[in-house]
């Protein structure tokens, strides 16, 4: 694996100060998934020109397509690409859905400053005994942890499940007291993927269960919770796909004003990573299809930059509260 090396090496922070913050000022954190440089540099650009602290999300399969040393050296890039903007904003860099205790001590090991443990495939008191063991090793080295209780639906990168299992209010007090995390993640029905509700033409994808998330606010007062699988699947994105050869039929996602409502409660971390993937998949095909002798990847990949930062500024600014925060 090589050396330690410690987030703060790199410039980075832990999630607690930022949550804090978020859940005083009642807006959320946006945690936006990358892979590779142009995705990396559009989330830090955007970031900085609208003040916005922000979470770079890694999962298992983008880790191990970048390589972790890679990733570590990406990560202190965008620290000082920020700061070269002229921007100190808060930067985190998080391990999203990990699988295992070996997989999240290796993060923590390699400069990762957050880790998610998903345990909540497992067996309720299985799912206690992972998470604590991953507190219990990351805490020692001031890095932060995020556990989910209930199961999303969806498939997005590794993580997959055919149905939602909905949090139940009346277990979150227990785990978090007997796991020690710092952030709990919770299923109130958003879904991974672009496929996130079966709707019929015209028909309105169905409402959030702010009812749950509410009853999870009483009995954690004050407590990080955080939305996976909250991307809008931005209409616009899928019509160019279709348009220029792709095939994306029935692909929706959660209505931003449900996000702008959840944001606005005890939900400081928000999770986008198909909206991402829509944009520079949306913006590659129109550039090429227009562009059919074009072989320069700086060209279509810098035309999807381009949209990303777009797409991540409006984020920031109407939907999750977190420009002018940092």
């Known amino acids: 694996m090589g050396k330690k090396v410690h987030f703060s090496e790199l410039g980075l922070v832990n999630t607690r100060e930022m949550f804090s913050r978020a859940v005083d000022g009642g807006y959320a954190i946006p945690a936006y998934n990358f892979n590779n440089l142009e995705q990396i540099q559009a989330i830090v650009t955007a970031c900085a020109?609208?003040?916005?602290p922000v979470i770079l999300q890694v999962s298992k399969g983008a880790r191990d397509y970048a390589n972790s040393t890679m990733l570590r050296y990406l990560a202190l890039g965008a620290v000082e690409m920020a700061r070269e903007k002229g921007a100190n904003i808060p930067i985190t860099l998080h391990l999203d859905?990990?699988?295992s205790l070996e997989l999240c001590q290796s993060c923590v090991d390699s400069g990762f400053s957050s880790v998610m443990i998903d345990g909540s495939h497992l067996p309720y008191e299985e799912n206690v005994k992972l998470t604590r063991q991953v507190v219990e090793y990351a805490h020692q080295y001031d890095v932060s942890v995020?556990?989910?209780?209930?199961?999303?639906?969806?498939?997005?990168d590794e993580?997959?499940?055919?149905?939602s299992t909905y949090t139940r209010p009346d277990e979150v007090v227990d785990f978090v007291t007997k796991t020690g995390v710092d952030s709990l993640a919770i299923s109130i029905g958003?879904?991974?993927?672009?496929?996130?509700f079966k709707v019929k033409p015209g028909e309105a994808p169905p409402s959030l269960r702010f009812d749950i998330l509410s009853e999870v606010e009483k009995r954690l007062p004050r407590f990080p919770i955080v939305l996976h699988g909250a991307s809008s699947v931005v209409q616009s994105y899928v019509e160019l796909i279709n348009k220029y050869g792709g095939k994306m039929e029935g692909a929706i996602g959660i209505p931003e004003d449900q996000l702008r409502q959840a944001a606005a409660s005890a939900?400081?971390?928000?999770?986008?990573?198909?909206?991402?993937?829509?944009?520079?998949?949306a913006k590659v095909r129109e550039y090429l299809a227009n562009n059919p002798g074009e072989f320069d990847p700086r060209k279509y990949l810098g035309a999807a930059r381009k949209e990303l930062v777009a797409l991540i500024k409006h984020k920031n600014e109407t939907v999750l509260g977190s420009a002018g925060k940092a």
């Open 49 to 52: 020109e609208t003040s916005s």
């Open 97 to 99: 859905h990990g699988d």
């Open 146 to 156: 995020e556990g989910e209780l209930g199961v999303l639906a969806g498939i997005e």
């Open 159 to 163: 993580v997959q499940a055919e149905k």
């Open 190 to 196: 958003t879904s991974h993927g672009a496929y996130k």
């Open 267 to 281: 939900v400081c971390k928000i999770n986008i990573d198909s909206d991402g993937r829509l944009a520079v998949t």
